[in-house]
């Protein structure tokens, strides 16, 4: 049974850092593209970093790049996200998500999701 579980969400003014992290069970990790997608009241959800299986690529979408770092490490089965300068506009649920040899944007590609994480940002 695949399980994803992440934390680190909460509150924070804006301007400040969270780091959110994903642990991942029930799967061969290192075969896994891992992202963080994020979904905001009456928004669409979307990703906004995503890592390869082995961590040399990433992407980031536009508005967090410069912020925002993905990170993994294969040997924990876990994934990061460090976010600094965070805006009112980053407050989401953030969910992260596998998908098997892939780690592009489409979410049909992911197989498994966490069940997220609330980041709530104050100005």
């Known amino acids: 049974q695949v399980q994803l579980v992440e934390s680190g969400g909460g509150l924070v003014q804006a301007g400040g850092s969270l780091r959110l992290s994903c642990a991942a069970s029930g799967l061969t990790f290192s075969r896994y593209g891992m992202g963080w997608s994020r979904q905001a009241p009456g928004k669409e959800r979307e990703f906004v970093a995503t890592?390869?299986?082995?961590?040399?690529?990433?992407y980031y979408a536009d508005s967090v790049k410069g912020r925002f770092t993905i990170s993994r490490d294969n040997a924990k089965n876990t994934v990061s996200l460090q976010m600094n300068s965070l805006q009112p506009e980053d407050t989401a649920v953030y969910y992260c998500?596998?998908?098997?040899?892939?780690?592009?944007?489409?979410?049909?590609?992911?197989?498994?999701w966490g069940q997220g994480t609330q980041v709530t940002v104050s100005v």
């Open positions: 890592i390869s299986w082995s961590g040399e690529r990433t």
């Open positions: 998500a596998a998908a098997l040899g892939y780690y592009g944007e489409s979410r049909a590609k992911y197989s498994y």
